[in-house]
């Protein structure tokens, strides 16, 4: 690290001038695995974990001060809305984070996303610092293609809120502006999905979610004040789907055109568990494996269970695995 970092010494650890923010609901299983792998991971660094409760009064899954060194504060309200009123919700509650922020770095974490290089704290930042990045952080996985590309999604996302004017952040989604478009469930449009061998039906619908952060990535993805980085997905699309996407261009590609922006090498392939296997989306940093999110775990009710359970007991595992 660099003579001119803000990095500096606080009781003995390093104080990385950094808040992790994240938003629960319903999330306490997930949270409390994360604060542990995070504390694992960074144990000589200090750091601020912010969590904002958006969970229901009554739950069951509500955080609480005894799970480790967080800060909680209450979430907004719940408010209906005609489209989307759940990523409304999270987006207003990263909003609230954001305005408890008082370090220059921001770490917008979601419950289940789950970092496990070491020292990544320590890493990050002095790469944003030397490299004056201003957002850094994982994009939409590629097989998402409703969402945005080539920009980070609010899954695990670093600021640099010395480059990146906290004012200009609004964490909700934008369906206002742009409403979902809505899938075409009639049987005739059924049976002539059975004839769409280059997937026509779903080209019409690439980048159009304005999903949590969409004002964000709409602010910031060509200002050239705010240099952005993206972790790279893995992700391995089948060779009919590669040779079908030749014919397209960027913006009506379902694979993303962009040399470099997926790997096809897993954490398996660097001795590591296959996350991906049971059901996570995996993201590398410099060809070395930096995190997994947990979304993508099957719908179907039993696998879940079953794929969480074994999602867990890896990470508990990697975590003791870490200290010998």
């Given at each position: 690290?660099?003579?001119?970092?803000?990095?500096?010494?606080?009781?003995?650890?390093?104080?990385?001038?950094?808040?992790?923010?994240?938003?629960?609901?319903?999330?306490l299983d997930y949270l409390k695995l994360n604060i542990d792998l995070v504390r694992t991971m960074n144990s000589n660094?200090?750091?601020?974990?912010?969590?904002?409760e958006n969970s229901r009064q009554?739950?069951?899954?509500?955080?609480?001060?005894?799970?480790?060194?967080?800060?909680?504060?209450q979430g907004p309200p719940h408010r209906k809305k005609v489209h989307g009123s759940a990523s409304y919700h999270h987006g207003e509650g990263l909003n609230l984070g954001l305005s408890n922020i008082k370090t220059r770095f921001l770490l917008v974490l979601d419950p289940d996303f789950y970092i496990i290089l070491h020292n990544w704290i320590y890493k990050v930042i002095s790469y944003m610092q030397n490299e004056n990045i201003g957002i850094l952080g994982v994009p939409w996985h590629p097989y998402r293609y409703r969402k945005w590309r080539y920009f980070p999604a609010m899954h695990c996302t670093f600021f640099d809120l010395s480059v990146v004017p906290p004012d200009i952040l609004d964490f909700r989604p934008d369906y206002e502006t742009y409403p979902p478009m809505e899938k075409n469930f009639s049987v005739v449009r059924k049976k002539l999905k059975r004839f769409d061998p280059l997937k026509m039906h779903r080209r019409k619908y690439i980048g159009c979610s304005a999903d949590t952060g969409f004002r964000i990535y709409k602010r910031c993805y060509k200002d050239p004040e705010i240099k952005t980085v993206c972790f790279t997905p893995v992700y391995k699309p089948l060779v009919r789907a590669r040779l079908r996407d030749l014919l397209f261009p960027d913006?009506?590609?379902?694979?993303?055109?962009?040399?470099?922006?997926?790997?096809?090498?897993?954490?398996?392939?660097?001795?590591?568990?296959?996350?991906?296997?049971?059901?996570?989306?995996?993201?590398?940093?410099?060809?070395?494996?930096?995190g997994f999110h947990v979304r993508a775990f099957p719908k179907n009710k039993h696998k879940r269970h079953d794929s969480i359970k074994a999602i867990f007991y890896e990470i508990e595992k990697f975590m003791v695995n870490s200290h010998k």
């Open positions: 690290m660099t003579e001119d970092t803000d990095i500096t010494l606080n009781a003995g650890k390093i104080n990385s001038d950094l808040t992790i923010c994240t938003v629960s609901y319903e999330s660094i200090s750091y601020r974990y912010l969590v904002v009554d739950s069951l899954k509500r955080v609480h001060p005894g799970i480790g060194d967080i800060e909680i504060i913006r009506i590609s379902l694979l993303p055109k962009q040399r470099g922006y997926y790997s096809t090498a897993c954490f398996a392939d660097y001795g590591l568990p296959d996350f991906q296997g049971l059901g996570c989306e995996e993201f590398l940093w410099n060809n070395e494996p930096f």
